[in-house]
């Protein structure tokens, strides 16, 4: 099948020439200013601009070739796709009592900036609470809008006209833009076909992003925005899903408006309670309404899905469409050791993660900021558990979700200039040349197709590549020399804690080029080295080589020992699948939470062809002139 591409009408001189010669053909004068000339001008006009309309419309019909925003919601939504909203930002707040009896009420305003926060939680009472006792809650930013405050959130069922038919509201508009993911809350009071009153009882969104046939909304409403303007729409009823509500039911509804990406919390909330907020963290990152270019890409991958996760895609087009997320790795336990039926692992690189190079005044030397912030690279607890409930709505249940977070392999370079280009500073040049490497590893210039694969899951690193695009932007008299070193920083979120075990894995991909002698055994000096002096405790870390494989003994993998001076403290696995794992125990007495925590590993390629694999990613830490 031909790939569909942008329809391009043909310009006004294309047709202006065609038309001209289709005259001469049938014998008509052709001077400039002549009857035929403006007869020939003017339905080249007319023809060009019918063109350029169909073109456009055609286009906008096309969920990968519209511009506007508004089509592109409507094309993906005819996909039984829909986009995601603005999150709030969400924080967990310790509170300090002065003693006595304390009351929390539902919807209780705390203050930072201009930011308020709210909580969502139930009626908290401690009666002769110790003066000093701490209590930590959740709140939500945003700005709410409560029923009794605002007469357009409290609505009655009517009949209305629909197709020529007369019957009841089955669902309700609201006049507010920006409305958080989750922050509408409906109270619904009716009497049931028996006769029994049900007074303000809560109904909830439904968790699935697309309604069919088999779904089921019991006391659930589905969230649709009104693409004109932007507002909710909430359905309790939809083609065959759902019960028309009964007449004179009355709906009050709460909703948060979000401020998404710009909601964060820059000092200690105050609140009119009696007590006092004595620190905050960050549980959920705020973040915008999905792009455009990100509808382009999901929309199609979740039709693909058919709402239910069963295949890789499957659960890749899902996560995907959270904007919790930047990108995802995906493995089964097909690629555990041993393997594991039923289980699937996952690891999430935060939307919201900053990536910041501090440069020096003489352009010599050029540093990831924040490397010792773990919240900066890693999902929060809370963001995966978030993820996780809504892939439960469409995996097969007999399944398990497992989550490691990534493993960064950062790659630093040390340049020799041989010979600058007198005509600019050394210190412009050296910019230059970072920026080519900047842009090799993430490229944020412009639109998806844009953005540099490099630093990324399942990703390949070739010297000789990277070379060639500096290459193109220095002189051929300028020449350099390229050092490069790879290293892993530990954190303690790099801890797995797995089958009552802790440990840190990751893998690397095996050399590309023939790692056997003849005689079958591995080619030690081909494998990427682990090493590390003065590990902990002054003690270096080894791989212990000497233990000779052959290759007729390479039946699923080959174990060398990692040794911590004489202790083994973990095993370096190479499978027949071309991956090297690697394993350290934090069970053992030597290595420890305490001690593995922001801890460098070297890690030595000889051929400088690198291949990442399962939830390990390449990261830029530094490019340095010397």
Known sequence: ????????????????????????????????????????????????????????????????????????????????????????????????????????????????????????????????????????????????????????????????????????????????????????????????????????????????????????????????????????????????????????TKIEMNVLKSSGSTGEMLELPSTTLDCEVTNYSLKVQGTEEETSESIKHNAPLFWNSANRAVTKNDYRSICERLTLINRLQIWDGNKEYPKVPGKIWFSFLPETFKRVFLRNAFRTTFELDLLTDETNWFLEDAEITQIFDYLDVYKIPTLELLHRNPVFLDFEFDIEILKYDITSSESSQNELIFDVIDKYFYDISGSSNSISKMEDFDTEFFRSNLVKKIDTQITDITGLNLVLKNSITLYNRNIINENSEKFISFALGLPYEEYFDINGNFLIEKMPGIDTENFIDNKNLTVDWSQTQAGDSFLESVIYDILLDTDKIGEYRIYKDKQIIININIDGVLVTEENIEQKILNVQYQNGNIAMSKNTLPRLRKVNFI
Request: proline content about 5%.
């Open 1 to 248: 099948m031909a790939t569909i591409k942008q329809t391009i009408p043909f310009n006004y001189d294309d047709l202006f020439q065609k038309t001209q010669e289709k005259f001469i053909e049938k014998g008509y004068d052709i001077q400039p200013g002549s009857n035929t000339m403006q007869l020939v001008t003017a339905m080249s006009y007319l023809v060009s601009m019918l063109n350029t309309n169909t073109a456009v419309n055609i286009n906008e019909m096309l969920l990968t070739l519209a511009r506007k925003r508004n089509n592109i919601l409507q094309d993906a939504r005819l996909l039984g796709y829909e986009p995601g909203n603005k999150v709030s930002y969400r924080y967990e707040l310790e509170l300090t009592l002065p003693g006595g009896d304390f009351i929390l009420p539902k919807y209780t305003e705390f203050t930072s900036g201009d930011k308020k926060y709210y909580y969502f939680g139930n009626i908290i009472t401690i009666p002769n609470a110790p003066a000093g006792y701490k209590l930590n809650i959740e709140v939500k930013e945003g700005e709410l809008f409560r029923s009794f405050d605002s007469p357009e959130l409290s609505i009655t069922i009517e009949n209305f006209i629909e197709n020529g038919v007369e019957r009841p509201q089955y669902y309700v508009d609201l006049p507010y833009t920006n409305v958080e993911d989750d922050g509408i809350e409906a109270f619904l009071t009716y009497y049931d076909e028996d006769g029994i009153l049900f007074n303000k009882e809560e109904w909830t969104k439904i968790a699935t992003f697309t309604v069919d046939s088999d779904t089921i909304l019991s006391k659930q409403f589905y969230r649709l925005n009104n693409i004109d303007y932007g507002t909710p729409r909430i359905f309790f009823k939809l083609p065959n899903t759902g019960a028309d509500l009964r007449l004179g």
